[in-house]
């Protein structure tokens, strides 16, 4: 059967804005500290629709996992934060799809629900952020092999790139070399 293609949102034609430099995840990770397999729990699989909503989403979900857990986070609530980082990203309007994760965070942040936000400027940020502070909200080019996960949920980076996508990272597993993301595509998608 053909696959489900699910609804993009992510700018990934944007350019980092060069203060994110200015507060990496980093300062906030002893030097000593070693990576470590780990998954946050996330008791809610939300589901976009057909909107290109993923950064309000991906941001929704990292508010309803651990280690701190909003509770009742539900579809409005990734729409709220979607149409709120739509009024303050870099693009002009709001008659598009997408936006930026540094306008979702903004806008996450202006709720209160979070004091900070850290920027991962490498690999090694991320699977120690991921093994011991809490989920990472990753924004990447989506290539068109990543829409049908296999049998046990992995996905391939191969193709072309179709769009950009936003979700969480709320697992890292070391020796199978391998994180766990949490999508917004629903249920029916993935493992």
């Not at 990934?12 to 030097?31: I, K, Q, W």
């Not at 729409?79 to 303050?88: L, V």
């Not at 936000?117 to 991320?126: G, H, K, P, Q, V």
Request: charged share 20%; with cysteine; aromatic share 12%.
């Amino acid at each position: 059967s053909e696959p489900r293609y699910y609804a993009l949102g992510w700018r990934f034609d944007e350019t980092p804005d060069p203060r994110n430099a200015l507060f990496p995840v980093s300062a906030l990770l002893p030097p000593t500290l070693e990576p470590r397999s780990f998954e946050w729990p996330c008791a809610i699989r939300l589901d976009q629709g057909p909107d290109g909503a993923c950064v309000g989403f991906a941001f929704a979900g990292e508010l309803a996992a651990e280690p701190v857990i909003v509770p009742d986070i539900d579809y409005s609530d990734g729409m709220r934060i979607y149409k709120a980082a739509q009024q303050i990203d870099e693009w002009p309007g709001e008659n598009y799809e997408g936006t930026s994760v540094l306008a979702g965070a903004q806008a996450v942040q202006s709720e209160g629900f979070m004091d900070e936000f850290r920027w991962a400027n490498s690999l090694n940020d991320i699977i120690l952020t991921v093994g011991h502070l809490g989920p990472v909200v990753l924004g990447i080019p989506w290539y068109s092999s990543m829409f049908a996960p296999d049998a046990q949920g992995n996905i391939t980076v191969m193709g072309q790139v179709v769009g950009g996508h936003a979700f969480i990272l709320r697992g890292v597993d070391i020796q199978r070399q391998v994180f766990k993301m949490q999508n917004s595509w629903g249920i029916g998608w993935g493992v």
